[in-house]
Structures are given as structure tokens and as C-alpha cells.
């Protein structure tokens, strides 16, 4: 016996060109929507990995200063603001504080970077507190400097292949003309580390002249102790401005919020140009075939039998261009991170766009829903064909 | 095989068609019995109503007025009104349809098309039908190909077999040979001829051909929407 699907699918085949063509305008919706919903949920996941990787909670930094290394790149490595270090003895005697750590952020600008020059980071750090802070980071090649007063570096992973170092290598400061020998490279952590050069602390501050001051305080706190109080005290100090990350992300997550709406107007409208296409296949299929659907009812087809048969070639049209949609999206998922990051004035590390299973299913249960939903008016018009004016030709003609 | 047979009873069966502001009385008060397992044909010129009282006898088309019986069962007048889902069931159970233009789907093979009815609707021990008419009316070697790689004849008898496999009551053939050739509408009316004589199935065939309308049981004729019994030469009994 020759099933409905198989009456559905060939006659999909009839029309190869129009059908593959709606096939690529759902596939394309659904890459659309799964890419965007993998980018909501992988752009906070990123974003959660990067702020906790940080290994502290709340930093303190001199008023005005950026507080991480990408807002450092935005601007173009200017705004720097220093606090002297005196200032840890105070922070340190708080109760909620666990351990801190100095951090000194510098940029210069390297002519050789990109195709026109571009910032390059160096954070100041002291291995020991940072290490603590960090323990997640593990070293690919070497370990932290042998001497806090000399000029060694330890590159994050991304930092060391893009400009293809290995431990013992030699890089150049530019604007400085400082060398420093790679002791240490870094696994890939998928957060902004990865970029990162880490030099010693009072190297640093030697280089850019400023012994004794340093741009960030790292503070992480003890387990389960609120930062409420601690807040408030460190207010009290003069010229610092304390940040939260969890207010970080909350900001970042507002900022992202409104390119997160923009992104999902694109994808329901790519959904809506599907939709109508779908409509529009299906509909001028039913016209064309008027005459066979009121010779299947003169067979023994029932008006729900038309239908059904509409419906089904709908459903395999929305089914297969779902799936095609989905393996787009995973083999595209690195191009549509790249142009991600391109459009947002702020990416985290690691991948922007998440796509689970979870996602997956939403995604191609949405697609045939969709699909589904704008089948159901040409297998309606389909279903109350009558026998006799589909033979005689009048109503499709 | 074997099939219950049913007849068929019109009394004063009319249709009046609206062409524009014009009525066009197709069918005029058209009157007969076709017993169960007679071959029947009817004849006569273009316009004269036939395929339209062939539609209304195969419950394609409502009559204006008049009663229409199938077994004694009034499928139209009496106060009946079936639905056009009570319609289609009684089409599916009854009727088996042949037309001129064959009606073949393109994209489903010989084989396929056959088996086609079968998957709306399936009589109890017609699980090998296809493939017995497919050998009984010679075409079994086609089974594969699709409807653009055979005859006009082979796809009529594909169509014939389409038209059989839920072993229907009564076979309406609306010009069943209009698309063919003198020697394949004498081989289709043979095929016909032989499934009336075989399994008693009741057969209505509409054609302008009289040569094959007498290879009939009866000739009935119409011209100008009325209906008259002929005699197998092709007279009115009363010329006699």
C-alpha cells in the first residue's frame, strides 16, 4: 500500500526548484532563530564564566577607571586612573574580605597588531595573590615569573598563538621598547585571560613609572558572606569606586539587552518571510494539483484525508528545512560568533552562541508548529475541493 | 472475486445549471431502472446531458430535482439531503470512476496509482488486488513505470484498474475511450465487457461511439437533457 507520506513527499519532488527553495527559506529561519536563541543563552553563560572566572567579587579601582581589560580596549587603552597601595592594608582587615590582590592595567598601542596597529593589554599582577584567586588557570608551557622585579610574562593562551610564542621567546613592549622572556603560557580558560599579558606587578609600575600604584584591587570574599556591609565601608574610602560584578553583568545584560531585541525582531521576521513562503508553496501546489485532489476524492478521500495530505508535505517541508536550519547553525556556529563579536560593543569569552539539546528541540518543535500553522489554510482550501468542479476544471483554472 | 451489485433507480431526475443569468436544463426529467449487474450504455451527441446525468448517478453532482436510488436507498429526493461527507462514503463503497482524461497522478507509478484508493479506504480482502488486475488487464509489466512512460491504452487500463481495486458495485466510464485509438477503445470496451460478464459488475458507460455501445447489454440514449431506451441496433423500440 502507498502511504500518505510517500503520496506527500513525491510530490514534493514534482517541483524540485520550488520546493528546495522553501526548504532553504526555512532552513535559513530556523539557522536564524536557533543561532539567536544559542546567542541568549551562550552570550549570559559566557558572561557568568567570564565574571566568576574574574576569582573575585567585588573590585575597587580609582574613580574613572575602566575596570577590565575589553572597556581598556574600547577606549583605546586612555582613562586609566591609579590609587596608591596603602590603600589594601585597610581592605584587607575587613571581616568579609577572604584575600585580595593588586592588579595594574597598562596599554600601548602596537603598531603590529591587526592590519592597522591595535591595543595591547598588559596586566601587572602578583602571582602568588593572583594565583590564589585563580586557580582554574593552568599553564600550557612554563609557570609565573621567577622574579618579581623581572621582565618575564606569562601570555594567555590566545595572547601566546597569536603572536606565535613559545616559553623562552623573547616579546618587545612597543611604545616602551621593554623585552620581556616568556616564562609561562596558559591554557585556554574561555574568558578574557586568554588575551591577556601578565607581567610582574612592580615591573610595571617601574616601566610606566608609578611605584607603589596600581590600577585594580581584586577582592574576593569569604564563603557565603554578604558584600552589603563591606560596601558600604569601602565607600568610605576616598577617590575609589567599588564595582560589583554582579552589577557588572547586570549592566552588560542591559546594554546587551536592546541588540538582543533587535537580534530577535530579525529572526521573527526571518520566521514570518518562511511562514508566507510555506503558505505560498503549499498554495499554489493545491491549485495546481485541483484536478488530482478531486480525483482522489472521486477515490475514496475523505475532505480530513485532503487535508492530512496538505498537512504532511507541509510537515515534511518544515521538518526538513528545521534539521537543515539546526546542522547550519552548529557548522556556522564559529562565523556567527565572529559576527557576534563584531556587532556588539561588548563580548565575553568563550562561546557567544550555546546550542544544547534543549535548544534544539525548542527550535525544530517551533519550526514545525510554525510550519504547521501556515499549512493548515491551503489544506483547508484543499480539503473542501469538491470532486466534480476539480474535474470539470472550474474553480482551479 | 466477487462483489455485491447494486442497481440503480432515477425518477423524474432533473439539472438545471446556471450559466451566467442563463439556465441550461442539462437533465430533464429523466426516468430508468439499471438492474444489478447489467452493462449499460449511453449514448449521444455533445451537450445532450450525458456526462451530466453520469455525474449525478455517481453522486458527483446534486440533481435539481427528482430522486436518485441506489438499492432501493434514496441517496438524493425523498426528503433526503445527505452531506457531502455521506457522500463521498457512499462514492468510495459503491462507485468506481473511469474518465476520458485517464486522471493518472504523475508522480506515482503504475503500480502506485492503483493501490491509491486503498489508502483512503480499504474493502476486506483487497490486500492483493492491485497486482491481480494489474495481470488481469495485462499491464502488470508496467507495475514501475510512471503514467508518462506508457500509452494512452495502458494508462487507461491502469486507471480501470484504479477504479476496481476496492471492488466497487457499480463502474460509471465517462468516455472511457475518448483518448484512444479504434483498436484500444475495442480492447477497453472488451476489458469492460469481460469484468461485467466475470464478477457481474454493474457498468454505465457514457460514450459517443455507438459501435462499442452495443457491445452492451442496453442502449439507452439522450439528446437534449431526455433519455430513451434504444434497442442493441440502435432503434427506439418504437421505429420498429
Redesign the interface.
Known amino acids: 500500500m502507498i502511504t500518505k507520506f510517500q503520496i506527500a513527499y513525491k510530490n514534493l519532488l514534482r517541483k524540485k526548484i520550488r520546493s528546495l527553495l522553501t526548504l532553504i527559506s526555512i532552513a535559513l529561519s530556523s539557522w536564524v532563530l536557533i543561532s539567536l536563541l544559542g546567542f541568549n543563552q551562550g552570550y549570559e553563560a559566557s558572561l557568568n564564566k567570564d565574571i566568576d572566572n574574574m576569582g573575585f567579587q567585588l573590585m575597587i579601582m580609582a574613580k574613572g577607571c575602566p575596570y577590565e581589560a575589553a572597556t581598556l580596549m574600547l577606549k583605546g587603552g586612555t582613562g586609566l586612573r591609579y590609587m596608591d597601595e596603602s590603600i589594601m592594608k585597610d581592605i584587607v582587615r575587613e571581616p568579609e574580605v577572604d584575600r585580595i590582590t593588586p592588579i595594574m592595567m597598562s596599554a600601548v598601542f602596537d603598531p603590529n597588531k591587526g592590519e592597522s596597529g591595535g591595543i595591547s593589554a598588559y596586566f601587572g599582577v602578583e602571582p602568588k595573590s593572583f594565583a590564589q584567586m585563580k586557580p582554574f588557570l593552568k599553564f600550557k608551557q612554563g609557570d609565573w615569573f621567577t622574579d618579581e622585579n623581572g621582565y618575564e610574562t606569562v601570555m594567555g593562551f590566545e595572547a601566546a598563538e597569536l603572536e606565535q610564542r613559545e616559553v623562552g621567546d623573547v616579546i618587545l613592549m612597543p611604545e616602551k621598547n621593554v623585552q620581556f622572556k616568556v616564562v609561562g603560557i596558559l591554557e585556554r580558560t574561555g574568558t578574557q585571560d586568554d588575551g591577556t599579558i601578565f607581567v610582574p606587578l612592580q615591573t610595571l609600575q617601574k616601566i610606566f613609572h608609578r611605584t607603589n600604584e596600581i590600577t585594580t584591587i581584586g577582592i574576593k570574599l569569604k564563603k557565603g558572606v554578604s558584600s552589603v556591609r563591606l560596601e558600604e565601608q569601602l565607600y568610605k574610602l576616598p577617590d575609589v569606586q567599588i564595582v560589583s560584578l554582579e552589577q557588572v553583568k547586570d549592566t552588560i545584560m542591559k546594554l546587551i539587552s536592546t541588540a538582543k531585541i533587535m537580534v530577535l525582531s530579525i529572526a521573527v521576521i526571518a520566521i514570518l518571510i518562511a511562514m508566507v513562503g510555506v503558505i505560498n508553496t503549499i498554495l499554489t501546489s493545491v491549485w495546481e494539483r485541483f484536478q488530482e485532489i478531486g480525483i482522489l476524492k472521486t477515490v475514496g478521500a475523505m475532505p480530513w484525508d485532503i487535508f492530512e495530505l496538505i498537512w504532511i508535505e507541509t510537515l515534511i517541508l518544515c521538518t526538513t528545512g528545521g534539521i537543515l536550519g539546526i546542522l547550519l547553525a552548529f557548522i556556522l556556529a564559529g562565523l556567527t560568533d565572529m559576527a557576534m563579536r563584531f556587532l556588539l560593543p561588548y563580548a565575553p569569552g568563550g562561546g557567544l552562541v550555546l546550542i544544547d539539546l534543549k535548544l534544539v528541540v525548542i527550535t525544530l518543535a517551533g519550526i514545525i508548529a510554525i510550519g504547521l500553522l501556515s499549512g493548515i489554510y491551503p489544506a483547508w482550501k484543499a480539503g473542501r475541493i469538491r470532486p466534480l468542479e476539480a474535474i470539470r476544471g472550474e474553480v482551479g483554472k | 472475486m466477487s462483489t455485491q451489485n447494486a442497481s440503480m433507480e432515477a425518477v423524474n431526475l432533473t439539472k438545471i445549471y446556471s450559466r451566467g443569468s442563463e439556465k441550461v436544463l442539462s437533465v430533464n426529467d429523466v426516468s430508468f431502472r439499471i438492474n444489478a449487474g447489467e452493462f449499460v450504455s449511453i449514448i449521444g451527441p455533445s451537450g445532450a446531458g450525458k456526462t451530466t446525468l453520469v455525474?449525478l448517478l455517481?453522486c458527483?453532482?446534486n440533481p435539481t430535482s427528482g430522486t436518485l436510488r441506489l438499492d432501493g436507498r434514496s441517496i438524493f429526493g425523498d426528503s433526503q439531503n445527505l452531506s457531502?461527507?455521506e457522500l463521498?462514503?457512499i462514492?468510495?463503497e459503491t462507485f468506481g470512476?473511469i474518465?476520458q482524461n485517464f486522471?493518472l497522478?504523475?508522480?506515482?507509478t503504475v503500480m502506485?496509482n492503483v493501490?491509491?484508493?486503498?489508502?483512503?479506504?480499504?474493502k476486506a480482502g483487497t490486500e492483493n488486488e492491485s497486482l491481480r488486475l494489474l495481470q488481469l488487464l495485462g499491464i502488470d509489466h508496467r507495475k514501475d513505470h510512471l503514467p508518462s512512460q506508457i500509452s494512452g491504452g495502458e494508462m487507461q487500463r491502469v486507471a480501470i484498474a484504479?477504479?476496481m481495486v476496492?471492488r466497487p458495485e457499480i463502474l460509471l466510464a465517462d468516455e472511457p475511450t475518448g483518448n484512444l485509438d479504434t483498436k484500444r477503445s475495442a480492447e477497453i470496451v472488451q476489458v469492460l465487457r469481460e469484468l461485467n460478464r466475470s464478477v457481474g459488475l454493474t457498468i454505465i458507460m457514457v460514450t459517443h461511439n455507438q459501435e462499442l455501445a452495443r457491445h452492451a447489454d442496453r442502449l439507452l440514449e439522450m439528446v437534449d437533457g431526455r433519455i430513451r431506451e434504444l434497442d442493441l441496433s440502435g432503434h427506439a423500440p418504437s421505429e420498429e
Not at chain 2, 115 to 122: G, Q, V
Request: without cysteine; charged residues 30%; aromatic residues 18%.
Open positions: 455525474n455517481g458527483l453532482d457531502e461527507g463521498t462514503k462514492r468510495r470512476y474518465f486522471y497522478i504523475p508522480t506515482l502506485e493501490m491509491l484508493p486503498l489508502t483512503f479506504y480499504r484504479r477504479a476496492n
